[in-house]
């Protein structure tokens, strides 16, 4: 079902041209990456309650900034949320874990 909704949003933002352009067209891989976290058996409960939480956060139309209401802009929350999460997660993670992310594996 994510991977859906993934689709729709990389065709969303795929043509955005207006501000924060580089952080607009990055939110599908954010998200993925956050999916693909859950895949990794080391993350702690609290890690896991993170990642999802990020994640209903990310696909909820609304939330702060309302995708319906803020258009592109609507995803500057959802992406904040989301690195938040990304940054205090793979800090506690081994690097081999996080290149191993980097490279999609």
Not at 6 to 34: C, M, N, Q, S, T
Not at 46 to 56: D, K
Not at 77 to 96: C, G, K, M, N
Request: hydrophobic share 40%.
């Amino acid at each position: 079902m994510l991977e859906d909704y993934l689709d729709i949003l990389e065709d969303k933002v795929a043509g955005y041209e207006g501000e924060h352009r580089e952080l607009i067209i990055a939110a599908p891989d954010i998200l993925r990456l956050l999916n693909d976290l859950l895949g990794y058996g080391g993350l702690t409960r609290e890690h896991r309650q993170h990642i999802t939480a990020a994640i209903a956060y990310f696909v909820s139309p609304y939330d702060v900034l309302s995708e319906p209401v803020f258009g592109y802009m609507g995803y500057i929350d959802d992406l904040y949320l989301a690195s938040y999460t990304l940054r205090r997660v793979l800090d506690d993670l081994p690097v081999d874990v996080v290149e191993g992310l980097e490279r999609g594996r």
